[in-house]
C-alpha cells in the first residue's frame, strides 16, 4: 500500500513564494507518475501538475505555468511543488497524487493513490 504525507502549507500573502512536498512511501513503479490537485472552497478538485519520475517529463495547468515547479528528489523519495507569485486565487487544499504507468494525465480519477492534503491560504 502506497502512502503519501503532504506537508509545506500555510499562510501567506499575495505574490509570496511556498514550497510544498510529499513523501511516497514505498516509491515503486506504481508511483511513476505523481502530481499535485487542489481543491478551494465550493469547487471540484482540479489538476496543477505532474511529473514523471524517471524520466522527469512535466505538465501544468495554465494558471500556475510560470509561476509553479514541480520537481522531485531521488535520494528521498519526495515530490516537490514550488509555488511562487501566489495570488488569492491559489488558495485551497492541495493534495499530492500518484499513479503507475507513463501518462501525465490531468484526470484525477486516473490516480489511484492520494494523500490527505495540506492547506495553502494566500490572504493579505
Known amino acids: 500500500q502506497v502512502q503519501l504525507d503532504e506537508s509545506g502549507g500555510g499562510l501567506v500573502q499575495p505574490g509570496d513564494s511556498l514550497r510544498l512536498s510529499c513523501a511516497a512511501s514505498p516509491r515503486t513503479f506504481s508511483t511513476n507518475v505523481m502530481g499535485w490537485f487542489r481543491q478551494a472552497p465550493g469547487k471540484e478538485r482540479e489538476f496543477v501538475a505532474a511529473i514523471i519520475w524517471n524520466s522527469g517529463n512535466t505538465r501544468y495547468a495554465d494558471s500556475v505555468k510560470g509561476r509553479f515547479t514541480i520537481s522531485r528528489d531521488n535520494s528521498k523519495n519526495t515530490l516537490n511543488l514550488q509555488m511562487n507569485r501566489l495570488k488569492p486565487e491559489d488558495t485551497g487544499v492541495y493534495y499530492c497524487?500518484?499513479?503507475?504507468?507513463?501518462?501525465?494525465?490531468?484526470?484525477?480519477?486516473?490516480?489511484?493513490?492520494w494523500g490527505q492534503g495540506t492547506q495553502v491560504t494566500v490572504s493579505s
Open positions: 497524487a500518484a499513479r503507475s504507468g507513463r501518462l501525465l494525465t490531468t484526470r484525477e480519477s486516473e490516480y489511484g493513490y
